[in-house]
């Protein structure tokens, strides 16, 4: 399976889903379009482009040509992110800073505790101050004052 | 010309106050260390500090996200001539020879040349600027609804016919783009669409955690597996001297660099990307002697890293004077000067002179103090790059997060900016580019009220799109782009991206 054949195939698939999603919106006439008129006519354009990539990517490069040897770094990275989303504003954003920056250099780097510890305090102790104290950028301060 | 010179004589008036000449200052250094550090580009870079700015008047905030930008451009040569490493996606053409050079033991030359090129480029293509886009402003009044359609439609389609992969690829990635600007409130009947009952979603995806997490973030999910910092050379001051001959070789790439990045600035599109590989391609095809290309030619040097500074001016030609962006980088720009009040189009260079003039001025300021900037203090800018990846990419992520959340104060757009991360890296992986889903989302909301509104003028007819001589010729040359591609495509033939050298350039 080659990656033109798959990312073809996932377009067709993500233009099919807008196309059910647009139909629960008024479609308007071709002389006066609705709200879901260009949506709809851009998901077919989607779906035709997708097709199109999938059906003549033969040539392309083999899927399991791609390397995914930086994934486990990827996953952890995007989990952090869902943390942060859900940390932020429960937590502020000098703890949930701390935190995830703590994670991602001990667990996900194997740094040292102390190393770990102190660049992750520096670095959101020392963003907070920048940003919310000297630039006054808003930012949550949380539950415990932090 | 009299009347040009008064204006950039009110423009110097602005930008040599302190408090502008110290927002270009800052802008410079910001830019200068945004391009040297790999994964974070000129656009993550003015998306990330965009809050930075709201606390600035209109002229100090657009002078210190312009300084970023070109300060990106000026900063990304430096770690692809000692490193191989492209600090941003424009500098990859000079990682060629550049690098090649510093094997060589000529780093200093390749800078000194990387540097001077970059800043006579950005020099010359500013006075274009100058007298281009107030003309073009005026002419722009003449632009209703349907023209503007067109002049869009024309921007999508020149993006993906130049763009450098696939032209379907391209094309499938700016409908994407335009398919994500349709979130929100439809603004001519109040529908919500597709925002699954988040009310944050209501104003439809912010550009910036778009922006952000397309590229920020998915290049750090792509790099963030380096071990340990690459070698860094560093030049000594009294080693930046080019020979007598490098100078003479460097003279005519440096000005058809400068020439060819400015035009294809103006053209809707990743321009700084697309010019230096263009200089590039075209260095090595005139070239006596094209064999030195990738074994150390200066003008490998010279052509490319002029023709991306040439090209950051000619990107704002259309964004001041017509109110489109040509790239996802003026369209952050854009929704920056936006968020301070400012309409960017044919009327901000006749209201709000002070602002257009002092941006213009600061420009030339600005390419001062990064030719003063980047040729001494380049040894102290690489140091950044000894500091291990390992312990760069949580830094760099926390700025990501920083910047996207402190836009509105909303974690929406950090999930967002999460989503798009995760988005960005799966299209990277499967050979897409990212750039033409960011113009795609910007340019979704001005085109489909074009659109709409054309239709509404005509009673519904289509023929307002043809009747109208400008928008016909917008049309006409859109469908032209289209039409040569497919000719291209159904013949099997190599395209112009192919005959120009492209390929081999990766090599």
């Not at chain 2, 000194?112 to 002419?139: N, Q």
């Not at chain 2, 859109?478 to 991206?497: C, N, Q």
């Amino acid at each position: 399976m080659t990656i033109d054949r798959i990312s073809g195939g996932a377009l067709v698939i993500f233009s099919l889903l807008v196309i059910w999603q647009g139909s629960a919106l008024p479609l308007g006439t071709f002389r006066q379009p609705g709200p879901a008129y260009i949506p709809i006519l851009l998901a077919l354009l989607l779906l035709i482009v997708g097709a199109f990539i999938a059906a003549t990517g033969t040539r392309a490069p083999k899927f399991s040509s791609i390397g995914w040897g930086e994934r486990r770094h990827a996953v952890a990275i995007l989990g952090v992110c869902v943390v942060a989303v859900f940390g932020i504003e429960r937590l502020g954003y000098r703890l949930t800073l701390v935190l995830v920056l703590s994670f991602l250099f001990k667990i996900v780097e194997r740094r040292g505790w102390l190393l770990s510890a102190s660049l992750a305090f520096v670095l959101a102790f020392g963003s907070f101050f920048l940003f919310y104290t000297l630039l006054r950028v808003p930012l949550p301060q949380g539950p415990f004052g932090f | 010309m009299t009347e040009t010179l008064q204006n950039l004589y009110l423009g110097f008036s602005v930008a040599l106050t302190p408090n502008i000449l110290m927002y270009a200052f800052v802008g410079c250094v910001i830019g200068t260390l945004v391009g040297v550090l790999p994964g974070v580009g000129p656009l993550a870079g003015i998306s990330l500090l965009l809050p930075v700015s709201f606390g600035l008047n209109a002229t100090s905030a657009i002078v210190l996200l312009a300084g970023i930008y070109y300060g990106a451009m000026y900063g990304g040569s430096t770690t692809s001539i000692l490193m191989r490493i492209p600090g941003e996606a424009a500098s990859v053409m000079t990682c060629i020879d550049g690098y090649a050079m510093t094997r060589n033991g000529r780093a200093g030359p390749a800078l000194a040349i990387a540097a001077v090129g970059s800043y006579i480029a950005g020099t010359i293509s500013v006075v274009a600027l100058m007298f281009l886009a107030p003309p073009l402003a005026s002419f722009a009044l003449r632009f209703g609804p349907p023209e503007y359609f067109t002049l869009l439609l024309l921007g999508l389609l020149a993006l993906a016919y130049m763009s450098g992969g696939s032209m379907l690829k391209a094309l499938a990635m700016a409908v994407l783009g335009l398919l994500f600007g349709m979130i929100g409130i439809d603004p001519m009947t109040g529908f919500s669409r597709f925002s699954f009952g988040l009310v944050e979603l209501g104003d439809g995806l912010g550009v910036v955690p778009v922006a952000v997490g397309l590229f920020g973030l998915s290049e750090i999910l792509l790099t963030a597996g380096q071990p340990t910092a690459p070698a860094v050379t560093k030049p000594r001051l009294r080693e930046l001297l080019p020979s007598r001959e490098e100078w003479h070789d460097s003279v005519w790439p440096i000005g058809r660099g400068t020439v060819l990045g400015f035009l294809i600035g103006i053209i809707p599109g990743s321009a700084h990307i697309i010019s230096s590989f263009v200089s590039y391609a075209l260095e090595r095809r005139i070239s006596k002697h094209p064999e030195r290309f990738g074994q150390g030619a200066i003008e490998g040097v010279a052509g490319p890293e002029s023709a991306n500074n040439s090209a950051t001016s000619g990107a704002f030609v259309p964004m001041l004077a017509l109110g489109v962006p040509s790239g996802p980088i003026p369209a952050v720009m854009m929704a920056a000067m936006m968020v301070h009040g400012i309409s960017p189009g044919p009327l901000l260079i006749s209201q709000q002179p002070e602002l257009f003039w002092g941006f213009i001025a600061s420009m030339y300021v600005g390419n001062v103090v990064l030719l003063i900037l980047n040729l001494p203090l380049v040894g102290l800018f690489v140091n950044l790059l000894r500091v291990p990846y390992p312990l760069l990419h949580p830094g760099i992520l926390m700025f990501c997060v920083l910047g996207v959340y402190a836009v509105n104060g909303s974690v929406v757009d950090v999930g967002i900016m999460t989503l798009m991360g995760a988005l960005g890296y799966l299209l990277r992986k499967f050979d897409f580019e990212t750039a033409p889903v960011v113009l795609g989302l910007v340019l979704a909301p001005m085109m489909e009220m074009s659109f709409r509104q054309s239709l509404s003028m005509s009673s519904g007819s289509y023929s307002i799109f043809i009747t109208r001589p400008i928008a016909l010729t917008l049309l006409t040359v859109g469908l032209a782009l289209l039409l040569s591609s497919v000719i291209s495509f159904g013949m099997r033939k190599a395209d112009w991206r192919r005959r120009l050298g492209f390929a081999g350039a990766k090599d």
